[in-house]
Nanobody, 119 residues
Framework: QVQLVESGGGLVQPGGSLRLSCAAS????????MGWYRQAPGKERELVAA???????NYADSVKGRFTISRDNALNTVYLGMNSLKPEDTAVYYC?????????????WGQGTQVTVSS
């Protein structure tokens, strides 16, 4: 089991910045992939960014060049730096952890943190 606790959401004006944090309850070294998803009202949950245990990253096209995902394995924490925020970035952001046991991936989710971009 992995418990994930997000923090750092809030209200920000367009063009502003926020940093989300997600602390895991177990060693990040044992988590294969950590990532951030978001879900806006009336829309499906979508991948924002992900980072493997080796440091490889993957970003949604809509956030490339604006968002940065990073992980601190010593602190069991993953971060999402968000710059140049736009109103369409408004959503609930969820932290995700994938642990592979054998050949089976297990997904764990945080409770979500609201990000609102509005003037």
């Amino acid at each position: 089991q992995v418990q994930l606790v997000e923090s750092g959401g809030g209200l920000v004006q367009p063009g502003g910045s926020l940093r989300l944090s997600c602390a895991a309850s177990r060693s990040a070294f044992s988590i294969n992939v950590m990532g951030w998803y978001r879900q806006a009202p009336g829309k499906e949950r979508e991948l924002v960014a992900a980072i493997s245990s080796g440091g490889s990253t993957n970003y949604a096209d809509s956030v490339k060049g604006r968002f940065t995902i990073s992980r601190d394995n010593a602190l069991n924490t993953v971060y999402l730096g968000m710059n140049s925020l736009k109103p369409e970035d408004t959503a609930v952001y969820y932290c995700n952890a994938v642990v592979v046991r054998g050949t089976t991936p297990y997904n764990y989710w945080g409770q979500g943190t609201q990000v609102t971009v509005s003037s």
